[in-house]
């Protein structure tokens, strides 16, 4: 047993895992920047509302970051090597940027500010996409899981660094000093990146763009049953995204609680769920592997939205509020964790920087999709028939992943 234990806090203290962690707060830092502690920056500032909303078109990079990602497959920076060169030229860009950001000014010139806003959401964008591929690269195949793990946990913390403790900060110390601090936080993953080891110097980059565009497409759809892979992808944390997209709507108008129970219990509660959640995911796939993670934790992220069914039929009860707050992120942080060392399992070395952004953009296609729907089936079926539909709509997602049995295992197995 002690062997065993001792195991588990060795894949949990090695050097790969602190660069996750860092590198993990590197890329979610700056989002919040480009959403929401931006968006209160404008309110506060008196920006017309008609203005702030057009701001929102700052986060297309992040949708469609696969165009650009064979560039940094097939480029390779004279300093640090193919992925951590460009992971340390992306985190420069974006301290130069946000420093920028914070000596703009919202009320005389917005358009500025938004061009800003935009080359910080770019180069965040493509920081995601070499990380992404980082990540795929250096974890071998039993260290995917916990990997992920600890990579969640840096960027959750970096979105409430960014997000909550940011908006703090502007109160007592304005917007320039938060967005300048906020980008000297970007130190932290740069010291990530030159921590990192760097990746197997037997890959080869692509030797044209011809191949780094088409080569990951061909070696992708060459595998067995790869357009069911891709469907499963779409399909497997559906219900999960399904039920979250109203998820703060039924706390505060379906059974009454406050803006501060919803922020406490549900933010500040949620955000360290997710974070146990995908530490103990990350340390169980040591022992269940990639298939039976996926399998086991895809169940409880379909069970947990019953639990705010039985929320809808109970009414305002904070210990049934804290009980389904806490297991919906609970197993959401396990079914993340489980995925993403799917996704990197499915990706192909010399092409990780684009097969990863690709899949992980076509997980998001399903949300996108069915999540305009929940206001219509609320309103006509109620919230705990609601909840009730995105538990089913996880079933198929489940289905697919035993038809997969087999092809996992062998992913698996590398």
Same mark, same amino acid.
């Given at each position: 047993?002690?062997?065993?234990? &001792?195991?588990?806090?060795?894949?949990?203290?090695?050097?790969?895992?602190?660069?996750?962690?860092? =590198?993990?707060?590197?890329?979610?830092?700056?989002?919040?920047?480009?959403?929401?502690? =931006?968006?209160?920056?404008?309110?506060?500032?008196?920006?017309?509302?008609?203005?702030?909303?057009?701001?929102?078109?700052?986060?297309i990079p992040y949708t469609i970051k696969f165009i650009w990602s064979p560039l940094m497959d097939r480029f390779v920076p004279p300093w640090l090597g193919r992925r951590r060169g460009w992971t340390l030229a992306t985190?420069?860009?974006?301290?130069a940027g946000i420093t920028w950001m914070a000596f703009s000014s919202p009320q005389y010139a917005p358009l500025a500010l938004a061009v800003l806003a935009l080359i910080v959401a770019f180069t965040s964008a493509s920081?995601?996409?070499?990380?992404?591929?980082?990540?795929?690269?250096? $974890? *071998?195949?039993? @260290?995917?899981?916990?990997?992920?793990?600890?990579?969640?946990?840096?960027?959750?913390?970096?979105?409430?660094?960014?997000?909550?403790?940011?908006?703090?900060?502007?109160?007592?110390?304005?917007?320039?000093?938060?967005?300048?601090?906020?980008?000297?936080?970007?130190?932290?993953?740069?010291?990530?990146?030159?921590?990192?080891?760097?990746?197997?110097?037997?890959?080869?980059? *692509?030797?044209?763009?011809?191949?780094?565009?088409?080569? *990951?497409?061909?070696?992708?759809?060459?595998?067995?049953?790869?357009?069911?892979?891709?469907?499963?992808?779409? $399909?497997?944390?559906?219900?999960?995204?399904?039920?979250?997209?109203?998820?703060?709507?039924?706390?505060?108008?379906?059974?009454?609680?406050?803006?501060?129970?919803?922020?406490?219990?549900?933010?500040?509660?949620?955000?360290?769920?997710?974070?146990?959640?995908?530490?103990?995911?990350?340390?169980?796939?040591?022992?269940?592997?990639?298939?039976?993670?996926?399998?086991?934790?895809?169940?409880?992220?379909?069970?947990?939205?019953?639990?705010?069914?039985?929320?809808?039929?109970?009414?305002?009860?904070?210990?049934?509020?804290?009980?389904?707050?806490?297991?919906?992120?609970?197993?959401?942080?396990?079914?993340?964790?489980?995925?993403?060392?799917?996704?990197?399992?499915?990706?192909?070395?010399?092409?990780?920087?684009?097969?990863?952004?690709?899949? &992980?953009? =076509?997980?998001?296609?399903?949300?996108?999709?069915?999540?305009?729907? &929940?206001?219509?089936?609320?309103?006509?079926?109620?919230?705990?028939?609601?909840?009730?539909?995105?538990?089913?709509?996880?079933?198929?997602?489940?289905?697919?992943?035993?038809?997969?049995? @087999? @092809?996992?295992?062998?992913?698996g197995q590398d």
């Amino acid at each position: 047993m002690g062997a065993k234990l &001792s195991a588990y806090l060795n894949i949990f203290c090695n050097r790969r895992m602190a660069v996750m962690v860092l =590198l993990g707060f590197s890329s979610g830092l700056p989002l919040p920047l480009t959403s929401g502690t =931006l968006q209160a920056w404008l309110t506060v500032a008196g920006v017309d509302i008609r203005t702030i909303g057009i701001f929102s078109l700052v986060g297309i990079p992040y949708t469609i970051k696969f165009i650009w990602s064979p560039l940094m497959d097939r480029f390779v920076p004279p300093w640090l090597g193919r992925r951590r060169g460009w992971t340390l030229a992306t985190q420069i860009a974006l301290m130069a940027g946000i420093t920028w950001m914070a000596f703009s000014s919202p009320q005389y010139a917005p358009l500025a500010l938004a061009v800003l806003a935009l080359i910080v959401a770019f180069t965040s964008a493509s920081q995601d996409i070499v990380i992404d591929a980082y990540r795929t690269d250096i $974890l *071998p195949e039993k @260290e995917r899981g916990v990997g992920s793990a600890t990579f969640i946990m840096g960027y959750r913390i970096a979105m409430l660094v960014a997000g909550a403790i940011a908006l703090i900060m502007s109160d007592r110390i304005g917007w320039q000093n938060t967005y300048l601090i906020m980008a000297g936080l970007l130190m932290a993953g740069i010291f990530g990146t030159f921590l990192g080891p760097e990746p197997d110097s037997a890959i080869v980059p *692509p030797k044209n763009m011809t191949e780094a565009i088409w080569g *990951p497409l061909k070696d992708f759809f060459s595998r067995p049953m790869a357009l069911i892979m891709l469907l499963f992808i779409i $399909l497997y944390k559906l219900g999960d995204a399904y039920a979250g997209s109203m998820t703060t709507t039924f706390l505060l108008r379906g059974v009454g609680f406050t803006a501060t129970d919803v922020g406490t219990i549900n933010k500040g509660l949620g955000f360290a769920a997710t974070i146990a959640g995908a530490m103990y995911g990350g340390a169980m796939m040591v022992k269940l592997g990639l298939f039976r993670s996926l399998m086991l934790f895809g169940l409880l992220q379909m069970v947990s939205n019953l639990s705010f069914m039985i929320l809808a039929w109970t009414g305002k009860s904070y210990p049934v509020m804290i009980f389904a707050v806490a297991f919906e992120n609970i197993a959401g942080g396990m079914g993340m964790a489980a995925f993403l060392a799917f996704v990197m399992a499915l990706c192909n070395k010399r092409y990780s920087a684009t097969q990863f952004a690709l899949l &992980s953009s =076509l997980s998001a296609l399903g949300r996108v999709f069915i999540a305009p729907t &929940s206001g219509y089936v609320v309103h006509s079926l109620g919230w705990a028939t609601f909840f009730f539909i995105t538990t089913l709509t996880a079933l198929p997602g489940l289905w697919m992943l035993w038809w997969l049995k @087999e @092809e996992i295992g062998r992913l698996g197995q590398d």
